[in-house]
């Protein structure tokens, strides 16, 4: 009884987390939108950067290449790449919303890798918050640039296994996945880097971006990825894409529309009720036992 209520507080816990770490990772879009140089190159030293703020947490990387540490190195790799360049090649509404069709493909494959079963409120939950995002950005969403939104669909595939092999590693310690895929995209970036330099201005995002976008919340998200389902674990970030508006409004003062409301409230309602609803429903089972 003890053991399982507190893995239960732990869930809980993992799910504050979660949250923080969507509200981190939502400063990307804007700071990478002011950063004037090859996307590429920014991935890489935003990467390198991070790479440095996991070392001092991991102090040692183990040198033991099992498959999960390389396929999910090489996933978040994708991920980090893919993103930075959709934000670039077209907007960044396109670039998050694709980036958050990651839960249908963690629903369809998650059984296969995990074991871990897409429940029916999880499936309502992806329906609800798929129309939510589709309205959020029902007045920015561009079709037009096709490249980018090719970058967006393969972003949201990377970031669906990723969180899959993060999983995979809950015994273990899912921090050295995201090390050496950060070290592997800044090794992939250094070709990049060399063509040009950045500005003072975009020396500053780089940081922000690498320190506080990235590299914290990304530890935070390898200690709650432990007591939480893949799913979830994607779920509850897609806070991210709302908050994005928000810190837009806050420093260009551009205001989101009626439609951007109600499909960021629909987000918000969706993965606050999937939570809550998975939570009671454990506890339940729990006093029953």
Not at 14 to 43: D, E, H, T
Not at 163 to 178: H, M, S, V
Not at 184 to 203: E, G
Not at 268 to 279: D, K, P
């Amino acid at each position: 009884m003890n053991t399982k209520v507190l893995k239960e507080d732990k869930h809980f816990q993992s799910v504050i987390l979660m949250v923080l770490v969507a509200v981190l990772w939502s400063l990307g879009g804007l700071l990478i939108k002011i950063i004037n140089w090859n996307p590429v190159a920014i991935a890489g030293t935003r990467s390198a950067i991070a790479a440095l703020v996991m070392l001092c947490a991991i102090k040692k990387p183990s040198l033991n290449f099992t498959v999960d540490k390389v396929c999910g190195s090489l996933a978040y790799a994708g991920t980090v790449i893919c993103f930075v360049v959709a934000s670039k090649l077209t907007t960044a509404a396109n670039a998050i919303l694709l980036q958050y069709t990651a839960p249908i493909y963690i629903a369809l494959f998650g059984n296969f890798f995990l074991k871990e079963k897409a429940k029916k409120s999880d499936w309502v939950s992806i329906f609800f918050i798929i129309l939510g995002m589709i309205l959020f950005f029902v007045d920015n969403l561009s079709f037009g640039k096709l490249a980018g939104n090719i970058f967006g669909v393969l972003t949201g595939i990377t970031f669906a296994f990723n969180a899959i092999f993060l999983r995979r590693q809950k015994d273990g310690n899912p921090t050295e996945i995201l090390f050496w895929g950060n070290l592997l995209t800044a090794l992939i970036a250094i070709p990049f880097m060399l063509q040009s330099k950045p500005d003072f201005k975009s020396c500053i995002a780089l940081l922000i971006l690498g320190i506080v976008q990235l590299g914290i919340p990304y530890l935070i998200y390898s200690i709650a990825i432990k007591n939480v389902t893949a799913l979830e674990a994607v779920l509850i970030p897609v806070i991210e894409p709302v908050l994005n508006p928000i810190w837009v409004f806050i420093f260009t003062g551009e205001k989101p529309g009626m439609w951007a409301l109600i499909g960021g409230s629909i987000v918000l309602l969706s993965v606050v009720l999937n939570s809550v609803y998975a939570i009671i429903k454990s506890k339940r089972a729990i006093c029953v036992k």
